[in-house]
């Protein structure tokens, strides 16, 4: 994790907000005030709203391609935005659910348990580089691999992400279970903790294939897709729903004011942020939640996370 700073519960931050003035019709743009002979009194600090992600393999990369985000969010809402580093699927979760972050990109899996277990909700939905709010896993190998189908994958070596992880297990086990390839037909499954591990390992030659969402293959190099699962929707940036409504919806309205087609001016931002957002709900999910379900009878819950997904919102 990053540094501490000074956190906010949600009562805590509504005080503040009362303090600063700050209300729903009132959310935007801080301007500076004007020049004046009188002294001034320093308005009380704007309240921080932690933004939790995961550092992958590169704590440093992480903050270069975040940070933008989290500048344009302060200069676009009312609080100030700082930056939670945790290393797995796990640490992005439990930062959240025990108040450390109040806004993150979960993975759906990661999503479902935190509405699930304290009532996270979905905020917006990234856009992939077609402007769709869409991603797939895909499947890799090296480039000099002979690889080319599920099938040539029996009897060979296969490394996955997290056991929370989406893309990186719950998809690549529902597409093997597709494939009609049963696990025990590999000669080996083994998980790591994030997508770069992932890589690195096939790269490595330590596996035959590994499975990765799509977007980390765009700016991955060396590596040979050979199988793309269908589309589902992208990971939601969930924030937690005990903050008042109209928190969220300040920082909605900031995300959703980023424009796809301005995606190129946005170079130095991470990939899976740059190109902009659409807005998320519960129901968004619901085929993550039937593909846990079918996985989860062929494996008994011991491939992947165990808590029952059964949708309680009625979103």
């Known amino acids: 994790m990053g540094l501490r700073r000074r956190h906010w519960s949600p009562p805590a931050l509504l005080a503040v907000l ?95 348990e935190a509405h699930k277990q304290f009532g996270a909700v979905p905020l917006v939905k990234p856009l992939n580089r077609s402007g769709e709010p869409l991603s797939r896993t895909v499947f890799i190998t090296r480039e000099d691999s002979d690889l080319s189908s599920l099938n040539q994958l029996k009897g060979g070596s296969l490394v996955l992400g997290s056991h929370h992880s989406t893309f990186g297990n719950l998809i690549p086990r529902h597409e093997l279970m597709r494939a009609g390839i049963d696990p025990h037909d590999l000669a080996s499954i083994e998980h790591v903790d994030n997508d770069d591990e992932v890589v690195a390992a096939v790269l490595e030659g330590r596996f035959d294939a590994g499975a ?33 409504q109209w928190v969220a919806q300040a920082i909605r309205d900031s995300l959703l004011q980023l424009d796809v087609s301005d995606a190129a001016k946005r170079e130095a931002w991470a990939e899976e942020i740059r190109y902009g957002f659409r807005p998320a709900k519960d129901s968004d999910y619901e085929p993550v939640r039937k593909m846990v379900e079918a996985v989860g009878g062929q494996c008994a819950g011991s491939c992947h996370s165990s808590v029952e997904f059964s949708n309680t919102s009625g979103q």
């Open 212 to 244: 990765i969402e799509d977007v980390v293959s765009h700016t991955t190099e060396r590596v040979r897709v050979f199988h793309t699962s269908e589309p589902v929707p992208s990971a939601p940036l969930v924030i937690r729903g005990d903050l008042p």
């Open 18 to 112: 009362a303090l600063t003035g700050c209300q729903p019709n009132q959310l935007g743009p801080r301007k500076p005030a004007p020049a004046s002979s009188q002294p001034t009194v320093e308005a009380p600090r704007r309240p921080v709203i932690g933004f939790g992600v995961i550092a992958e393999s590169d704590p440093g990369l992480t903050y270069k391609g975040y940070q933008p985000l989290m500048d344009y969010l302060t200069a676009h809402a009312p609080f100030l935005f700082q930056i939670r580093l945790g290393k797995t699927s796990e640490d992005l979760l439990t930062s959240v659910e025990e108040r450390m972050a109040e806004l993150a990109p979960l993975g759906a899996i990661s999503y479902l």
